[in-house]
């Protein structure tokens, strides 16, 4: 299939989502397929990979190549998919408990090694499939069946993580505003390196504070802020750490951090290899004399 | 067997054990003499107590044995350690400025030769060489020509310049002419004759990733630990001359799931790991089995549960590898039985996991990992490498696996149950896949149908794997005898020269060493026919002993250990003497 000629609706999968009435994973998954078509990817080339939870069912109804794996470790698979064939447009999905919570760890390994791959987070502050449990991005004092007053622990900032991991893209965006958060996943995309895009994705049947309404009236779009620039370290520490204040847009770029790729020369597509052993091959058991 | 000389030089960790061990197995190897090695060491970097022990002999070894016939001592606890293996023509090479022979308490009839090791060292131009210049008494003792040293000195510090291996040369020197001129009464004790054969000398980790280099692996992710780490640092450096890559992962979850992230994007892909790394990967096993992704994972075993003992010896993760992990999924194992074998194994691992779309544990233990062995070289002929990828579809077959809509369908159910596959890039073959139970697209369902039809097909696949593969055993002693011995994985040399052990009053025995777990030979006919049956095992419980009873529905006898020591040549020819009688 010709890049040219792909349309978002290519990306679409002939499955409709279970998500619910509202879910705000409509219009993050709206955005990502957009932004694919957007940048000249298509299908064919494209892998998505998902983990368990709301956003694990991505890769249902996106149309491309795909893996919905285990919790917590769709960043692993991404990173060896993505050093297995350097051609693939990867694309890892998930949610804020597999993100943050079970898959810390990956997370913030994934970001100082740095691989191409571009990071979408649907983060909506609650456990929503197994029916509004405390997640880690939850606010300390949100009420819920294994909280009921509240987790009382400070969120996890994972802005501040990925920074703090050595991050070269660090975004955020919100899925309702279908236009910044297409603009910014195509961004993200483009980024030559590890790309997180932690978006809001309210969930409307279990979080009844982090809710469309509060994020309309309460994020900064960083686009619109003239004296905002992206490259300069200190100025997206202070917003990323700003207790005040959430913003939306890429709050950080490091345009010349050397990706994965670049640092160990990995850039040919393992998947071709010969009929026999490869040549040079005698040359291994030579080495035992 | 009677011409094999077993020597071993031992001292603390950070006292240069290993590599001195190196040099000398290396040097007989190159001087045309078979070598089996073996390595006593504990989980610490300094102090204690670890060994590097060498059997050979001009015919080939594949055991050790209880009896030690030169001992480098660098600590008065290696005499300790050694002592039941130390007879009366044993010579035991020391430092008196470091240990006082009388402190060791050896046996009055063991020769104690005490070399001046550090002074020596220094006048060859440093005390660093002090196990070099060991090296060298020892030719004078075994009457081995010290040129034979030369070359592997120049291989193991021709790195570090001229000047470094020159020093090093006289340093064997200097040692093998004072034992020449202060014990010259003494004479060399022993005569290790040399001949004109070439042979290689590897252990079993490093020959497994030699074989999967061979195999057309080429990714890797892996995280440290004992024993498999060899294998990861073998790849290393090595792998991406042929177009690949090892990834040090962040942990054993992200190390499998790496490898299989590589394997959708159609690569040949392994891990490798020893049991606490397997329990953690078994989640990811599941969704690598259910999403029939080809994958080899080997597992190195060692001492569990838990942490165990990580530097010892053991068999004891058979079940877990055949039932680890909720929920049924077929998975295929299989258990080289020699360092020769892990290279053999290691493609045929990386065959059957593409050809049957199937995860495969490829398991090899800690006393085959770290034993070096020599072989011919055409043992490893790059050759006869051959490379089957199964169903992988391109582009121009892609429409064949298409249904009515033009979507690919990654799980077909088809007769022989092995379903095309086709990679990320192929036009037209865009599908999911998922560890939740899927339809024929990789779709989620719980259709109480298409759930029976999925399960049936992914155990289809075992038994084309049965109708298609030769699935057998290697077979040893006396084919007609009414003994059976029953041997997996790395037993299978100690058993074979166990035989030599076995007088003519002793039973007649048949040994039958299988490589093949799952799926596995029938051995109902050889046990049957046997009047009795032993199954040797390094673990406590007997788990291959269980399936093998489970297969023929007979008891057999068994022989455990489960001290995590190596299984030895002479101890297990009286232990099976006995089982027998």
């Known amino acids: 299939m010709s890049s040219e000629n792909v349309r978002f609706t290519d990306f679409k999968s002939d499955k409709q989502p279970t998500w619910c009435p509202g879910c705000g994973d409509f219009g993050t998954m709206n955005g990502m397929m957009k932004a694919l078509a957007e940048t000249g990817n298509s299908p064919d080339d494209t892998f998505v990979v998902a983990g368990i939870g709301c956003s694990g069912k991505i890769g249902t109804y996106m149309r491309s190549y795909a893996l919905h794996g285990v919790h917590g470790r769709a960043l692993p698979v991404g990173t060896g998919a993505k050093l297995a064939n350097p051609n693939l447009e990867v694309m890892v999905a998930g949610g804020d408990g597999d993100g943050y919570s079970i898959g810390a760890g990956h997370f913030i390994h994934a970001v100082r090694r740095n691989v191409d791959i571009t990071y979408v987070v649907m983060d909506n502050r609650i456990y929503g499939l197994t029916k509004g449990q405390a997640s880690p991005t939850s606010r300390p004092d949100f009420e819920t069946s294994t909280s009921p007053d509240g987790p009382k622990q400070p969120p996890v900032n994972p802005l501040a993580l990925a920074m703090a991991a050595g991050g070269s893209f660090i975004a955020q965006s919100f899925s309702s505003d279908a236009l910044r958060h297409q603009e910014i996943v195509e961004e993200a995309i483009e980024h030559d390196g590890f790309s997180l895009v932690n978006t809001f994705s309210p969930c409307v049947t279990f979080n009844d504070v982090d809710t469309y309404d509060y994020f309309r009236d309460s994020l900064v779009d960083l686009s619109e802020d003239d004296d905002y620039d992206r490259h300069d370290y200190d100025q997206a520490k202070d917003a990323i750490l700003d207790a005040d204040k959430e913003y939306m847009g890429v709050l950080y770029q490091d345009e010349d951090s050397t990706p994965y790729h670049e640092a160990h020369g990995v850039t040919e597509n393992m998947a071709e290899i010969p009929d026999g052993a490869p040549d040079g091959a005698t040359d291994l058991v030579r080495e035992f004399y | ?581």
């Open chain 2, 1 to 581: 067997m009677h011409d094999d000389l077993n020597w071993a030089i031992g001292g603390e960790a950070g006292d240069g054990i290993a590599s001195t061990g190196k040099i000398f197995a290396q040097a007989l190897s190159r001087a045309g003499r078979h070598v089996f090695t073996s390595k006593d060491f504990a989980s610490r970097i300094r102090g204690g107590y670890t060994a590097y022990k060498v059997r050979t002999s001009v015919d080939q070894v594949q055991s050790v044995v209880d009896r030690l016939d030169i001992l480098i001592a660098l600590t008065e606890r290696t005499v300790d350690e050694n002592l039941d293996e130390l007879h009366e023509n044993s010579v035991v090479i020391y430092d008196g400025d470091r240990t006082e022979f009388s402190d060791f308490e050896a046996p009055g009839e063991v020769t104690g030769l005490d070399v001046p090791l550090k002074d020596l060292a220094e006048d060859a131009g440093g005390a660093i060489m002090r196990n070099i210049v060991a090296l060298g008494a020892v030719c004078a003792v075994a009457d081995f020509p010290i040129e034979n040293l030369d070359e592997s000195l120049e291989k193991r510090f021709g790195g570090k310049g001229e000047s470094i291996v020159e020093n090093n040369k006289q340093a064997a020197r200097l040692g093998a002419e004072y034992v020449e001129e202060e014990y010259a009464d003494e004479g060399p004790r022993y005569s290790l004759e040399t001949t004109d054969e070439d042979y290689v000398l590897l252990n079993g980790d490093e020959a497994i990733g030699m074989g999967a280099i061979a195999a057309g692996c080429r990714f890797y992710a892996g995280y440290p630990i004992t024993p498999a780490t060899d294998v990861m640092e073998y790849l290393t450096g090595r792998i991406e001359q042929f177009g690949g890559h090892v990834v040090q992962a962040e942990d054993e979850l992200a190390a499998i799931n790496m490898a299989l992230g590589a394997a959708r994007a159609g690569a040949r892909s392994m891990t490798a790991t020893s049991g606490p790394g397997i329990d953690l990967m078994s989640e990811t096993f599941g969704l690598v089995a259910t999403s029939e992704t080809p994958l080899v994972v080997a597992n190195v075993m060692r001492s569990g549960p838990s942490t165990g003992m990580p530097t010892k010896q053991e068999q004891g993760d058979l079940n877990m590898m055949l039932k680890g992990g909720h929920g049924e999924i077929p998975r295929f194992v299989l258990a080289p039985t020699s360092v020769a074998e892990c290279f053999h194994k290691t493609v045929e691992a990386f065959n059957l996991a593409e050809k049957y779309q199937i995860p495969v544990y490829l398991t090899a233990d800690l006393s085959m990992a770290v034993t070096e062995r020599t072989y011919a070289p055409d043992e490893f002929d790059m050759d006869e490498v051959e490379i089957d990828r199964g169903k992988l579809v391109d582009e121009d077959e892609i429409s064949a696996w298409q249904n009515e809509n033009d979507q690919f369908k990654p799980h077909a159910v088809t007769a022989d149950g092995v379903s095309p596959r086709a990679v990320p890039g192929t036009e037209g073959g865009v599908h999911m896949s998922t560890g939740l139970e899927h339809d024929e697209l990789g779709r989620r369902t719980e259709d109480t149908d298409v759930r029976v039809e999925q399960v049936d097909k992914r155990y289809q696949k075992v038994d084309t794997a049965r109708e298609r593969e030769d699935f057998d055993y290697r077979e040893f002693g006396d084919g007609d005898a009414d003994n059976l011995v029953i041997s997996w994985g790395s037993n299978e040399g100690t058993i074979v020269e166990a035989l030599d052990y076995l007088g003519e009053d002793d039973p007649d025995v048949r040994v039958v060493s299988v490589p093949y777990i799952y799926p596995r030979p029938d051995l109902t006919d050889e046990v049957q026919a046997a009047d009795q049956v032993v199954v040797v095992e390094a673990n406590a419980t007997g788990q291959f002993a269980d399936i093998v009873e489970h297969d023929v529905l007979e008891r057999v006898g068994r022989i455990n250990k489960y001290d995590g020591v190596d299984f030895k040549a002479d101890e297990l020819a009286d232990e099976i003497t006995e089982t027998l009688a």
